[in-house]
């Protein structure tokens, strides 16, 4: 405990001493760990809510409650971690979150802190180029992919003026929940957001899209957004981007790419094969913390045009009065998004990217598709299971043979074992396992463990 909340030097030292030893052992036992816990009840962990003492307590103390608190839920930091999408936390970025929130410079507007925002800006403009977007493109990192995509609906909403009682939201039926939520946050009425089938391969259809719209023209309604996937959560298929940007350029609708899984895979030869057309979209969203592996907390929205973002979300109080005007080199962020106040995020991501090269990030993300491609081979060659989708990027999905009951045998047994975690999703009412490979940690004896979980569930029927 601390009598100051202004700590001096050697408390500070003694506190980040604890801390470090604290995180290092984490890391140390993480292999070993499980990758989930048995669940607990409500009130086995109330305790842990309990409300800070007047006096305060010892920092040892304090820290074995988070190792109490660590041993929940879902091991979201292991290797093991398959389910979902994973994070990798990388160890540097979490090293430039500390030194950002120490710094606590304000970075929403140019005036605070413009070498930091000149750091941030580097980056954006860097993932900018990896789109091949042109140079009026800018963008904004935000807390992860649902701001994002809600940032870019508003900018695509403000192109129809005031009322946009006519504008139509069109996306495909294994979209991401966040584009629709979105639209209905974004005041879109749900009559006005249309979920347009897939096809054989899970890509949104194109005849049904351009069925929709001409439709949708007939009655009065106009086209104002088409939301395609870089890279579907539940399966990481990408949608037919060139065709739908043709779409949306006929239409005049904005054409958004989610891109938050599957976008940073465009630093790798195969990825950028297969995310072909997304250098036509107005705006991107994109994840750090997924394939950049950083920490939760980054993501962004990268658009084609930086006026796009001004013209919907610029605004200020007489307060604000003293800042100076936004500038593209030294952006005031405050007015491209939801946020006045935010974190230096940049910061994580600069020394991240700086410190280990590009090229580091670029060969965990082949090793990913290389795992991906591995687990479907492998389990195509055990009886009783069919792969649902083959992996584009670093998902694979799959069912047992037998049926829904025998996939969620498989599902249950493999994540009662604790050495992986997985998730299920469901495709044309098929109940489904998903391999998710997007961590740094997550190694070729992981991939190996969750296939022979696979064949050991389905020999025990």
């Known amino acids: 405990m601390f009598d100051s909340l202004d700590l001096t030097a050697e408390e500070r030292s003694h506190l980040m001493d604890l801390v470090t030893a604290f995180a290092d052992q984490y890391l140390v036992e993480l ?14 962990v109330a305790s842990l809510g309990a409300p800070p003492t007047e006096n305060g307590a010892p920092l040892d103390e304090l820290l074995r409650k988070v190792s109490v608190a660590l041993a929940t839920g879902i091991n979201t930091a292991s290797g093991k971690f398959l389910s979902y999408i994973p994070s990798g936390g990388i160890y540097s970025a979490a090293a430039g979150r500390l030194l950002g929130a120490v710094l606590n410079r304000y970075t929403g507007g140019s005036h605070g802190a413009p070498g930091l925002i000149a750091l941030e800006q580097g980056v954006v ?11 009026a493109a800018s963008g904004v990192l935000f807390s992860g992919g649902s ?38 946050m974004a005041g879109i009425h749900p009559d006005q957001i ?28 106009e086209p104002m957004l088409i939301a395609a996937t870089g890279g579907t959560t539940d399966t990481g298929t990408i ?63 990268l658009v084609r045009n930086e006026a796009s973002l001004m013209n919907a979300l610029d605004g200020r109080g007489a307060y604000m009065q003293d800042v100076p005007d936004h500038a593209s080199a030294i952006p005031n962020y ?32 082949d090793r990913m598709i290389d795992l991906a491609e591995w687990s479907a081979a492998e389990l195509e060659r055990i009886d009783g299971i069919t792969i649902a989708t083959q992996p584009e990027l670093s998902i ?27 998730s299920s999703t469901t495709i044309r009412d098929h109940f489904c396992v998903r ?19 696979v064949r050991e569930a389905l020999a025990a029927g």
Not at 208 to 218: F, G, T, Y
Not at 282 to 288: H, K, L, N, P, Q
């Open 396 to 422: 694979v999905a799959f069912r047992a043979s037998a049926g829904n009951e025998a996939t969620r045998r498989i599902f249950a047994s493999m994540n009662a074992s604790r050495q992986v975690h997985v």
């Open 194 to 221: 249309r979920s347009v089938p897939v096809d054989g391969d899970l890509r949104l259809d194109v005849p049904a899209l351009r069925a929709a719209i001409e439709s949708d023209h007939d009655a009065g309604l």
């Open 125 to 135: 403009r860097w993932m900018c180029d990896i789109f091949d977007l042109p140079d």
């Open 435 to 453: 391999l998710a490979f997007l961590s740094q940690r997550t190694t070729e004896d992981v991939a190996t463990t969750a296939l022979d979980l």
């Open 147 to 184: 701001t994002a995509n809600l940032t870019a609906t508003i900018a695509a909403r403000s192109r129809l003026g005031d009322d946009f009682s006519k504008g139509v939201v069109y996306t495909s039926e294994r979209a991401h929940h966040s584009v629709t939520k979105s639209a209905r």
């Open 334 to 365: 405050f007015a491209m998004g939801p946020e006045l106040t935010r974190p230096a995020r940049g910061l994580e991501a600069w020394l991240a990217l700086h410190l280990h090269g590009v090229d580091a990030f670029r060969a965990e993300l």
């Open 31 to 44: 292999s070993d760990a499980p990758a989930s816990w048995p669940e607990v009840e409500p009130a086995a």
């Open 239 to 301: 949608d037919p981007l060139e065709e739908c940007a043709e779409i949306a350029s006929d239409a005049g609708a904005w054409f958004h790419v989610d891109a938050a899984y599957g976008g940073f895979f465009a630093l790798t030869s195969r990825g950028k094969e297969r995310l072909t057309g997304i250098a036509l979209a107005d705006s991107i969203t994109v994840d750090a913390h997924k394939s950049l592996f950083l920490p939760f907390g980054v993501g962004g929205l």
